[in-house]
């Protein structure tokens, strides 16, 4: 094959740095999915108002050295608010409706917010620079591997715990859990499921927008990023299970490992490598890795 | 006409058929009861193949029928009715069950056709059978409850069958409408010389058409015998103690 | 329906007509919509007559249209034979995709489609000796017998003609029945005696048959063929088209896609933000219409209609 181990390690982490990325907005669309029964195609483009709305905050605050943390705090925020709003007002005016007519207004959403963002922010490519404590690199068995990716790379897992946590020990994690498993039986027990839902999906979307905001730094901000996300983070909630958590993690690991290795090896059918997974798993084990089996 | 050996099946561990048998005599009326959770309605779904079993057989009319996909079942002469009303809600009543005799007849391959007036006379012998013939043209999702019970008898009739499973044909029913509904389920069921197996939780109706009942809880087949024994059965009205309708 | 078996003919005359008006822009545009509305209509004998939401229709409309440009362009086949076999290779992938496909429901059964779409969107993307990759194949002549654009036209309205002839008699047949009756309740429709899920691969064959050859048609008419024609946006495109229109009716496609290329082309004269247009334009459907224009028109009209 002619890669130096090390070669191969950076790439591995690169992979594990990608399947971070992949997990943030993962997770939001699998616990969106796994609560309210939607799958958000408009996920994706939450996470690219992250991107933008980070650069937003960032060209505010120039020459502060806090611009890129203050923008990881508000940018998400943010966008998480926009994504209540619109559950409150628009989508949970179709709960009662087919599962069609809501899988179509979220992709309604995908074509106002990535037209509304080329009217804000224009069609050209825009940038945000790393923040200082993370510029450069250190060293990998003598290769170089940037201090962000290890950033990101130390960040999910994090991420991940905190989440897990609230989802085990809070008591509005377990409200969630139990929607997930019968919302009715949750609604005669006198929860107010209408505004777990608001919570459920600004919850999710704060975390593809998160996604969005983290990746700023290293991914060039422009239209299209929306939909470029959104098939691999359906790609991985379907391998990892549609509503697991845990899965989602794993989805993550398994499409970020896989696509940057499988450049080393096919590289011209890593994307195709990752689609064979997905459907292998659609036809074997359709709830996924981790999920539950269903009945039928 | 049925015959059920040791049918068990589980759900994530919790067992909700335990080992059940009995058979049901060509032409007899039996009725299956039973307090809420005793597994009446997973038995039919056992016998007419909605579900798989875990382990166990089931005969119709002389032929092992316990790998057999529902609709195979189906097409040997079991007919069934679903406990919350199950018509095909965008078409006429008049298409709810032209569709029933259709399959029957093996025309649904047939991608030619007109299918306007096909089978006609048979539709609508069908819809008079159930009472239903004046209301040919309604949309089968605007009737009325009571109404769509009635559709759902003729779509089962539609299928020709030798044997009726009812799983609570008069569930959430007026009085009035319970005792029309049962008086129309025993003429058919004689006129037609059909077995009828149902479950019930109102015993009024179990006991003015069955001629056998038998008793199921907690998965268990407790009892099975004439009406009248069945009331007196001790182990019977342990289980019906204080449940409403227990005459 | 038997007052309604002059509206396929008049419809068919009234499209022969257009071409006399001498207008290239409306031959244009009406060609556009006869292959997206045979397109939409392909997808409507799944959703709205059986029930099933496949997001992954562009496949077979894509490799509708790839097999008729390397037939016609490589292999120099005959456009009429291309076709042809363009359709059957549409039939042939939806037959072994179907196969897994149908085996889940809902959710599953959409994300299943979609993924085997983005397969082939990938295949010919990457492909590059076969498709051409992301050049994809150019320079798709038409046919010498069908020298002109108002022959072509006249060709497509044929195909159109025929196509709808025979869904039509389809879906007013016991077959047809039958899949409505699964499309209202797969249980009920397992006992009266049919097998549901070979109902519902068939439903899936035939879609992808008509739907090859609208992508065929569609690879000729605009010369050349890329991969961005399989990508799943154009399933969602044709989606729309088809709930704009009314799944609930037969023609409701053919309207749909009448008027979401109409506005389109109107649109995008006056604004590149066409797809804001078209997201408000879905909400408005989704929120206030949803039984789409044939069906508010239908339920303005007395008297619901029963089965279709």
Not at chain 1, 37 to 51: D, I, K, P, Q
Not at chain 2, 48 to 71: C, E, N, Y
Not at chain 2, 161 to 169: A, I, N, T, V
Not at chain 3, 114 to 125: G, H, K, N, P
């Amino acid at each position: 094959m002619g890669y130096s181990l090390s070669f191969i390690i950076i790439q591995l982490l690169n992979g594990l740095t990608n399947a971070m990325f992949i997990f943030l907005i993962a997770a939001g669309l699998s616990i969106i999915f796994g609560v309210l029964g939607v799958l958000n195609f408009a996920h994706g483009s939450f996470y690219m108002l992250g991107a933008y709305m980070t650069f937003q905050v960032v060209s505010l605050f120039v020459n502060s050295p806090f611009q890129f943390w203050a923008a990881v705090i508000a940018a998400p925020l943010a966008v998480a608010v926009v994504g209540g709003v619109v559950e409150r007002t628009l989508l949970r005016r179709l709960y009662g409706h087919e599962e069609l007519n809501q899988l179509l207004f979220t992709y309604a959403l995908v074509l106002i917010l990535s037209d509304a963002a080329r009217i804000v922010w224009g069609i050209g490519q825009l940038s945000v620079s790393r923040p200082e404590v993370l510029r450069g690199a250190v060293q990998i068995m003598g290769q170089y591997f940037p201090k962000y990716n290890v950033f990101i790379i130390l960040l999910g897992p994090c991420v991940a715990f905190l989440f897990w946590y609230f989802m085990l020990r809070t008591r509005w994690g377990r409200m969630i859990r139990a929607a997930a498993l019968d919302r009715e039986m949750l609604g005669s027990l006198g929860v107010d499921v209408n505004r777990l839902f608001t919570l459920v999906f600004f919850i999710g979307t704060w975390l593809a927008a998160l996604g969005g905001a983290l990746v700023a730094p290293v991914a060039s901000i422009k239209p299209g990023m929306d939909l470029e996300v959104i098939i691999n983070a359906f790609i991985v909630v379907v391998i990892g299970g549609l509503g697991s958590f845990w899965g989602t993690f794993l989805g993550s690991l398994i499409v970020g490992v896989v696509y940057s290795l499988g450049i080393l090896v096919v590289p011209r059918l890593s994307m195709v490598f990752i689609y064979a997974i997905m459907i292998l798993v659609l036809i074997i084990r359709p709830w996924g890795l981790l999920g539950k089996p269903l009945r039928r | 006409m049925l015959e059920v050996r040791e049918l068990r099946k589980s759900f994530a561990g919790f067992l909700a058929v335990a080992g059940v048998s009995f058979s049901v005599a060509r032409a007899e009326i039996c009725a299956l009861i039973g307090p809420n959770g005793a597994g009446k309605s997973t038995l039919f779904n056992l016998i007419t193949g909605h579900l798989d079993l875990d382990s166990g057989q089931v005969i119709f009319d002389g032929r092992p029928v316990t790998s057999l996909r529902a609709h195979q079942i189906c097409r040997l002469g079991l007919g069934r009715s679903f406990q919350r009303s199950n018509i095909f809600p965008r078409l006429t009543v008049f298409e709810n069950v032209q569709a029933a005799v259709l399959s029957h007849r093996g025309r649904s391959l047939d991608f030619w056709t007109r299918v306007g007036r096909l089978f006609e006379e048979e539709t609508r012998e069908i819809l008079e059978k159930v009472g239903l013939a004046d209301q040919a043209r309604a949309v089968g999702g605007t009737l009325s409850y009571g109404f769509q019970k009635q559709l759902e008898l003729g779509i089962a009739l539609a299928s020709r069958p030798k044997m009726l499973l009812l799983d609570e044909p008069t569930a959430g029913m007026s009085a009035r409408e319970t005792r029309a509904t049962i008086e129309l389920i025993g003429r058919i069921t004689r006129e037609e010389g059909l077995t009828l197996l149902f479950t019930e939780h109102d015993m009024s109706v179990v006991f003015s058409i069955a001629e056998r009942i038998m008793v199921l809880s907690q998965g268990r087949l407790i009892a099975s015998g004439r009406p009248d024994e069945v009331r007196e059965n001790e182990a019977v009205r342990q289980v019906y103690f204080g449940e409403a309708g227990c005459s | 329906m038997t007052k309604k078996d002059w509206l396929l003919p008049a419809l068919i005359a009234l499209l022969a007509l257009v071409p006399l008006t001498g207008s290239r822009f409306y031959i244009f545009l009406l060609t556009d919509i006869m292959i997206f509305g045979l397109f939409a209509l392909s997808l409507n004998l799944l959703l709205g007559y059986t029930g099933l939401v496949s997001f992954g229709q562009a496949a077979y409309f894509g490799i509708g249209a790839y097999a008729c440009a390397l037939l016609v362009k490589k292999a120099g086949l005959n456009f009429l034979l291309s076709l042809a076999l363009a359709g059957l290779c549409g039939a042939a992938a939806a037959v072994i995709i179907g196969f897994f496909c149908v085996r889940l429901t809902k959710i599953y059964f959409a994300m299943l489609t979609l993924a085997f779409s983005q397969i082939v969107w990938a295949i010919a993307f990457k492909w590059n000796s076969l498709t051409g990759g992301d050049n994809g194949i150019m320079g798709i002549d038409f046919p010498w017998y069908l020298g002109s654009k108002v022959h072509f036209y006249y060709f497509t309205l044929a195909v159109l003609a025929l196509s709808m002839f025979l869904l039509h008699r389809l879906v007013g047949s016991p077959m047809g029945r039958i899949l409505m009756t699964i499309r209202d309740n797969p249980e009920r429709t397992e006992f009266i005696g049919i097998n549901v899920k070979l109902f519902q691969l068939i439903a899936f064959v035939v879609s992808g048959l008509f739907a090859a050859l609208a992508g065929g048609l569609f690879a000729v008419f605009n010369h050349s063929v890329f991969p961005d024609t399989c990508y799943w946006s154009v399933s969602a495109e044709v989606l729309i088209m088809t709930l704009l229109g009314g799944m609930y009716s037969f023609y409701g496609p053919l309207v749909g896609a009448a008027l979401l290329l109409y506005l389109r082309l109107e649109v995008t004269s006056y604004t590149a933000y066409w797809p804001l247009i078209l997201g408000t334009i879905l909400c408005l459907l989704l929120f206030f219409f949803p039984s789409g224009v044939i069906g508010f028109v239908q339920d303005r009209l007395a008297g619901r209609k029963g089965s279709g």
